[in-house]
């Protein structure tokens, strides 16, 4: 089993940034793809980055390409989200997830593991 907590979310004035931290427990998180996806009050969650077990492959969204970088530290167990140009549409509670499968994807059925999301308010 595997536990997920969210870190590093706030209120920031829209330019700023923000990082995003992904801490797991309960297993090593070396082999599983890792995403992260974000849910907007009255809105459907959705697909925000998603990260291969290698670190290799990195897809993005087109709302957060060349805004937002995703990396992760095995040996740390940690994925991290950098959140740069931040825009108030960027408002909403963001969750990390973990797949046992090493290939990523934005679509959130492959994923196993859900954390609990951290709140990022964008003010214009």
């Known amino acids: 089993q595997v536990q997920l907590v969210e870190s590093g979310g706030g209120l920031v004035q829209a330019g700023g940034s923000l990082r995003l931290s992904c801490a797991a427990s309960?297993?090593?998180?070396?082999?599983?793809?890792m995403a992260w996806f974000r849910q907007a009050p009255g809105k459907e969650r959705e697909f925000v980055a998603a990260i291969s077990w290698t670190g290799d492959n990195i897809y993005y969204s087109d709302s957060v390409q060349g805004r937002f970088t995703l990396s992760r530290d095995n040996a740390k167990n940690t994925m991290y989200l950098e959140m740069n140009s931040l825009k108030p549409e960027d408002t909403a509670v963001y969750y990390c997830?973990?797949?046992?499968?090493?290939?990523?994807?934005?679509?959130?059925?492959?994923?196993?593991?859900w954390g609990q999301g951290t709140q990022v308010t964008v003010s214009s």
């Open positions: 309960g297993r090593a998180i070396s082999s599983y793809a």
């Open positions: 997830a973990a797949s046992r499968g090493r290939v990523p994807s934005a679509s959130a059925a492959i994923y196993d593991y």
